[in-house]
Nanobody, 125 residues
Framework: QVQLVESGGGLVQAGGSLSVSCAAS????????MGWFRQAPGKEREFVAA????????YYADSVKGRFTISGANAKNTMTLKMDSLKPEDTAVYYC??????????????????WGEGTLVTVSS
């Protein structure tokens, strides 16, 4: 079983940039699909972005497309989400997720085998 630990959350002004990272241990990420989900106060957890650690293919929620970039580094067993042009509505706890699935859509729709503890991102207006 893979263990996931997020880092890099914090406070940023609207329009700014921030990166959050996910470090995995226990297993190599090659063969996994990895993703980020977020949960804002009072709302359900929602999908943000995903990446295949095998092919490098990516998939984004419409709300973040063009502003967020997901990347993965198999050699370092890490994944990063770079967030640009941040908006107050991006404020949430961001969770790293991993699934032994080849389809990013399946990961998006619940094919998650491991979750991180989450890291808080706060965007002030």
């Amino acid at each position: 079983q893979v263990q996931l630990v997020e880092s890099g959350g914090g406070l940023v002004q609207a329009g700014g940039s921030l990166s959050v990272s996910c470090a995995a241990s226990g297993r190599t990420l090659s063969g996994y699909s990895m993703g980020w989900f977020r949960q804002a106060p009072g709302k359900e957890r929602e999908f943000v972005a995903a990446i295949s650690m095998t092919t490098g293919g990516t998939y984004y929620a419409d709300s973040v497309k063009g502003r967020f970039t997901i990347s993965g580094a198999n050699a370092k067993n890490t994944m990063t989400l770079k967030m640009d042009s941040l908006k107050p509505e991006d404020t949430a706890v961001y969770y790293c997720a991993a699934g032994v699935v080849s389809s990013l859509t399946v990961l998006k729709n619940g094919g998650v085998d491991a979750w991180g503890e989450g890291t808080l991102v706060t965007v002030s207006s």
